[in-house]
């Protein structure tokens, strides 16, 4: 029982930062590195606004949308500042020298946080015990954490809502399935790039916001984040949202499972896992099968 | 094709020049050129890879490999010559490539990246949870013998040096004519179309294993060299920031000559050491902006710099 809880909790988590990149990808073909230091950052603005917030002793439970608010506040900034800033200028080349450029990003990104923010760490634990806990059997559980499980169901069923039934998710779905074809029925693909990267920068963030209550925020906190995520997106199928949802399943029972019976292979389970599934399925669970070249 | 080229005197003269001037050479140049000439090995496996049209994010591996299996001679099975710990260790990471080639080498692009950065991931993981190879904190190697030579003192590190660029120009020079094979340029018509390379009767997956054992045995050599260096191994060689940094100077390098790989890890090495000395702070700053003006305005590497120049003259 406390394994599928705890795996539950891991699986929100990593499901609303691996969401995001596998949006990135399916849209516009780029493995973003430096998708782990946009969690950083959210993790790090969501610390200093509710920490300030706080320590001026205005409404604790605020402090709830001050998170949120954060998060958005760092994809509207940082998303439109990377895509037209940096990222629009390499459309077209090879993939992997993509995944180079957002590399390079991360390095940039990673100092960027250390010259605005310091290098000690922050906290901002108030919103974690504000609200108390809950038990299960004999072990209890921080509330936050259902907070944090409601959060990913949230967002996933919000951008599963947003692809189906609105008109601009329906073109951002033409756009995954074929761009060209996209293209020339008229949809504006650089439109479409800039609010998908954006979009996934804002998810990014919020998986750091929403992480910032429950540890301490510090330099390098983002350089893990990115290959978790990079196999949960992999797992699942690189470029499908409903992928990174079962792949963030399938790592969050693995790792609380692993952590629960054999601590020792906590940290290779996950990659143990996404080896065993692209052996199986090569490109993941969810994926669509590809023409060859000739 | 067997003649002596122009490439093979670049590389000749460059080794012999550097071995006349490591003598002139303070202590922290020998160590950071020789550290670069190492990981240059790692970047040279790449650029093999990259030819057929694979970026590895997962040299780590064998660059770990390389470095415990030295670390492992040196220190459990008392063997203390440098050379001989070195041949083990390129031994010891082709073994790991030979199983773990055979899964990689069906897979392509991204998923190739990917997963060799999972097993790179995996073999972290495994150091980490290993007590007995010191965990996150690694452990020491020493130098005892080089090639049977032994050297007291400071000269160790010269005779280390000279091991390393003696190596160096034996790596250069074969992948220079490995280049020139008939083996070696099926790795381009791999990356251009697989499947017109099937019909003239090569098999691609034997030309991806090979080019990736080669990657391997390289990548194990310059852990080795690189441990014995700094005389001291950890995880961290196996971390995918290591493995990062190799396809970045690999970038940084292009893929001109053989010789590129070694020119853009001093380069590198440079670059960094002063970064880290000027702005302890910034310094992936530093270097994460060159690699994006390289990556936006110098695509084929610095080593176009040098063929343009001498195309200009």
């Not at chain 2, 396809?247 to 070694?262: E, H, T, W």
Request: proline share 3%; glycine share 12%.
């Amino acid at each position: 029982m406390a394994v599928v809880i705890d795996g539950l909790i891991y699986a929100s988590w990593l499901f609303l930062i691996a969401v995001g990149l596998t949006l990135i990808y399916g849209v516009m073909r780029i493995l973003n590195m430096a998708h782990g230091s946009l969690y950083a950052l959210g993790a790090y603005a969501a610390a200093s606004l509710a920490g300030w917030w706080l320590s001026a002793g205005h409404a604790p439970l605020a402090s709830y949308a001050l998170l949120v608010a954060a998060a958005v506040a760092v994809g509207l900034v940082a998303g439109p500042l990377i895509e037209r800033g940096v990222l629009r200028f390499s459309y077209g080349r090879d993939e992997i020298v993509l995944v180079l450029v957002t590399y390079a990003l991360f390095l940039v990104l990673e100092d960027v946080i250390k010259l605005i923010w310091g290098v000690d760490p922050y906290f901002v634990s108030g919103p974690y015990g504000l609200l108390g806990s809950f038990e299960v059997g004999s072990l209890s559980y921080p509330v936050y954490n259902l907070l944090l499980v409601g959060a990913a169901a949230l967002a996933g069923s919000a951008l599963a809502w947003a692809l189906r039934a609105t008109r601009r998710g329906k073109m951002l779905l033409a756009v995954i399935h074929d761009r060209e074809m996209a293209a020339a029925l008229g949809i504006d693909v650089g439109r479409v790039y800039l609010v998908t990267f954006t979009m996934g920068a804002m998810l990014a963030a919020l998986g750091g916001a929403l992480t910032a209550p429950t540890v301490s925020v510090v330099p390098g906190m983002g350089v893990e984040v990115i290959v978790l995520a990079f196999a949960v997106v992999v797992i699942g199928g690189l470029g499908s949202p409903q992928g990174a949802a079962l792949g963030a399943l399938i790592v969050g029972l693995v790792r609380s499972a692993a952590v629960h019976f054999l601590p020792e292979v906590e940290l290779f389970s996950i990659y143990l896992v996404m080896a065993l599934v692209l052996l199986v399925r090569p490109r993941g669970l969810f994926s669509a099968p590809e023409a060859r070249r000739i | 094709m067997s003649r002596f080229g122009r490439t093979e005197a670049l590389l000749a003269i460059s080794a012999a020049a550097l071995l006349a001037f490591s003598p002139l050479l303070p202590k922290w140049a020998l160590f950071l050129v020789t550290v670069a000439l190492a990981k240059g090995l790692v970047v040279l496996g790449l650029l093999l890879l990259m030819r057929a049209g694979l970026v590895s994010f997962g040299q780590g591996l064998y660059y770990a490999a390389g470095a415990y299996a030295a670390g492992i001679a040196g220190q459990m099975l008392r063997i203390s010559d440098a050379a001989a710990v070195v041949a083990l260790a390129a031994v010891a990471s082709c073994a790991v490539a030979a199983v773990v080639g055979g899964l990689l080498a069906t897979y392509r692009g991204i998923f190739f990246a990917m997963l060799s950065l999972a097993f790179s991931m995996i073999l972290y993981g495994l150091l980490v949870k290993t007590s007995a190879l010191g965990s996150t904190d690694g452990f020491n190697v020493a130098i005892g013998t080089v090639a049977g030579v032994r050297l007291p003192g400071a000269s160790a590190r010269t005779g280390l040096f000279a091991l390393t660029v003696g190596l160096v120009f034996l790596a250069a020079l074969g992948a220079h004519r490995f280049l020139g094979s008939h083996l070696g340029r099926l790795a381009p018509a791999v990356r251009d179309n697989e499947l017109r390379v099937e019909y003239l009767g090569a098999s691609v997956r034997g030309v991806v294993y090979l080019n990736y054992l080669l990657a391997a045995g390289l990548s194990g050599i310059g852990g080795a060299l690189a441990g014995l260096a700094v005389g001291h191994i950890d995880p961290e060689m196996a971390y995918w920031t290591t493995s990062g940094e190799f396809v970045f100077v690999a970038i940084l390098s292009g893929s001109g000559s053989v010789a590129a790989p070694f020119a853009g890890a001093i380069a590198f090495e440079v670059l960094r050491s002063f970064a880290y000395e000027y702005s302890p702070n910034t310094w992936q700053l530093v270097v994460g902006l060159a690699m994006l003006l390289v990556i936006l305005f110098l695509p084929s590497g610095l080593w176009s710099l040098f063929t343009r120049w001498r195309r200009a003259r």
